[in-house]
């Protein structure tokens, strides 16, 4: 999905003086699972809240939550899960329309 890009502190990204649009789908992705149930008034379902699950007993409950978030945007999930490092793998891009 095109979308303004972001640089890596969270302002717009401008360059020659205009604002850059890229596929932002892992942009989408990172602030759905940093987010906090409530932060998009919008939509007040979406966001994981990742700071406040990692340490949960139980890591598929995070991967659960990161899948319903995901779905419910619009994304097709094909594979989501932890890496041997902690990583999440993504292979999620938005459904075409």
């Known amino acids: 999905m095109n979308d303004f890009k972001l640089d890596e502190t969270g302002d717009l990204l401008i360059v020659n003086g205009d604002f850059v649009i890229t596929d932002a789908t892992s942009q989408h ?15 007040p379902e979406i966001g994981v809240g990742i700071s406040n699950i990692l340490n949960d007993e139980n890591p598929r409950d995070v991967i659960t939550q990161i899948r319903r978030n995901f ?3 619009g994304m097709e999930v ?7 490092k902690g990583g999440i ?8 329309v």
């Open 29 to 43: 992705q990172e602030h759905i699972i940093v987010a906090q149930k409530g932060e998009y008034k919008e939509h």
């Open 89 to 96: 793998v993504v292979d999620a891009p938005y459904r075409l």
């Open 78 to 84: 094909k594979q989501l899960e932890f890496d041997a």
């Open 71 to 73: 779905e419910y945007d």
